[in-house]
């Protein structure tokens, strides 16, 4: 009995469950779809807000980004700008000293060359100067030389009629003078054809830019052109003349051997080692104020040394060997502007006696 009742009550309870749920699913079956739209809801909210924040921090980030770039590219900027401004200043520096030191070049010039043309002002008064007083020099030796030659002619004919000289024989007398006619036609052929040589020597001579050697060699030729004068409008009286008739009475020696003239052959030969010393002191002085090297050799005059050589008395080779003799030394020193060798008095340079009596050792045969 008490089970039936049990079961009973246990029915009763199961049946009031069941209703129970029956009647509470519906509920629960609307309730669930309006928590899952709030959830939803809810959701997209914070997902919404989450885009937002993202959207914000991408926002402040990229500001962040753009501030940077910005802030570099007007750094940039500046330091181009600041680069730009250095370049500027150091070229303008540059510039400023470029112009300064253009300036400093050309005042620097303008002194040199006012220097210069001071010195080269001074240099040409002193050349002419010089020149001045070698041409008088020249001029005075000239007249010096004709009045030697008039005053020797004068000696010579007094000599051959006061004194007491051995002659030469008539046939002897007329052989010497052949020779000399002879001597003296090759010699007029040989200055003709050193009329050219002069010139080549005298435009070398420019184109050098040697201003006082030029000028002391035209003065050289000139002397020479007038001895070529002289020479062809002469007609020599070879039959008064004592050197033609008048015996040897001198001797000298010379590279290893012995030979004789008479004492107008020997003051010639004299006459060449003082014309030789004097020109050659000349053409020293003028290699000098030249600023030209020490080369006598290369002399015009030394090589062609016939200088006072009227043709007569001596070969012309005598002569020449004697004047180049003088000549050496007198251009030593004119170089070196002194007076070893030789001196200067009466408006003439000549050799020192005892130096000529050394380089030519005339010996009486009497």
Known sequence: MRATILNRIVLAVAIVTVSLVGMSMPANAQEQPQNHKEQDNNKQKDQNKQQRQQQEQNKQVQQRDQQRQQQDQNRQAQQR???QQQDQN?????????QQQDRNKQEQQRAK????????????????QQQDQNKQVQQRAQQQQWQ?????????QQQGQNQPQERRSQPQQQ???????QSVTQ???YLDQRQSVAQQQIAGLQRQGRTSQYRYQQA???????QDLRLRSERHDYANDPYFYTGWNYRYYRDGRYYETNQYGANLLRDAINNGYEQGYLA??????????FSYQNSYAYEDANYGYGGYYVPRDEYNYYFRQGFRRGYEDGYYNRYRYGSYSNGRYTILGALLGSIIDMQSLR
């Open 187 to 189: 010699y007029r052929q």
């Open 284 to 293: 020293g002085q003028a290699d000098r104020q030249d600023h030209w090297q």
């Open 113 to 128: 060359q006012q220097q210069q043309d001071q010195n080269r002002q001074a240099q040409q008064r002193a050349q002419q």
């Open 148 to 156: 030697r030659d008039q005053d020797w002619h004068q000696r010579v």
């Open 81 to 83: 700008a600041q680069q």
């Open 220 to 226: 050289y030729i000139g002397h020479l052109r007038d």
């Open 175 to 181: 052989q010497l003078i052949r020779e000399q006619q």
């Open 90 to 98: 150091k070229q303008e520096q540059q510039r400023a000293k470029q």
